[in-house]
């Protein structure tokens, strides 16, 4: 580790003590009424089945989409208790606008849950810089410009949570899904640094990883414009099983992984930064790490075995 480098292994922070009274007044509200969310990306899947089961509990959520309408039937299933609005993560005016009403709805936010995303399919070589800026900005850029909204507002309550949904494909990369990995990995990076930045204002971090879940991610993943024949061999196994995700029977609930973040989010103790979510999230990533381990051993052994280089004539 770098000398003076902060070692973020966990995601809770504490505050400052000017922030002590703030916090004791959030924690009776919370008990009383329930955290206050903000959840991109609400239209279908994880997103939705969080939502739902926030609002179940008895929480605030407003629930982010591009097309308000797929949102309809939570706000008439939960009325007063979820809030719906348009929100196109590109779109820098209207993240701005939907954190101000969400916060003016509800009267603060407590857990921001950056789910809303999109993939991308194609190999380094046949993905375009414009699709690459549009993958990132989805992905990296938005939940970004989110986090950068929020946390006034979080500061001033004395506390808050930030969720940043990431995936597998934040610790181990997939052929043919290599601009979806460089934005997860960038959204893990900034979330480390993020949470040893907020530490001391009360705000809490938490990357979550989840595993194979049944929502149309697979069937809603873009392809990018260039195929070029020479990698159809190597990447088309990820594809068929990313298209083949929803209707796997083994694949997790949706409302399962709600049920999980709920938890996180309800838990008091410091918490990991990172959390994996779903059975074969941690069967994929304790082989990853084992890997990483057997390079790291590797690189060492090649560089301790190499000759050193001549000294520079004086």
Known sequence: MTVGAPAPTMGAGRAGTGATGARAVESVREAAMGRRWLVTGCSSGLGRALAEAAAREGHEVAVTARDTATLDDLATAWPGRIVPLPLELRDAVQCEEAVRTAADRLGGIDV???????GLFGA?????????????????????????????????????????????????????????VA?????????????????????????????????????????????????????????????GMAGDPATGRPQDYAARILGIVAADAPTPLRIPVGDDAYTYLETAEQAAREELAAARALVGGLSPLPSATP
């Not at 921001?112 to 999109?118: E, F, M, Q, S, T």
């Not at 810089?129 to 507002?153: H, K, M």
């Not at 873009?222 to 068929?240: F, I, K, M, N, Q």
């Open 112 to 118: 921001l849950v950056n789910n809303a995303g999109a």
């Open 124 to 180: 380094v070589e046949e993905v375009s810089d414009a699709e690459l800026r549009d993958q990132l900005e989805t992905l990296v850029v938005g939940p970004w410009r989110l986090v950068r909204l929020v946390l006034p507002l979080m500061r001033a309550q004395g506390r808050g949570h930030i969720v940043n949904v990431s995936s597998l494909a934040g610790r181990m990369a997939f052929p043919g899904l290599g601009a979806y």
């Open 183 to 243: 934005g997860k990995y960038a959204l893990e990076g900034m979330s480390q640094a993020l949470a040893a930045e907020v530490a001391g204002q009360g705000v809490r971090v938490t990357v979550v990883e989840p595993g194979g879940f049944a929502t149309r991610y697979g069937t809603s993943l873009a392809e990018s414009g260039r195929r070029l024949p020479e990698y159809a061999a190597v990447t088309a196994e990820t594809l068929d099983a990313v298209r």
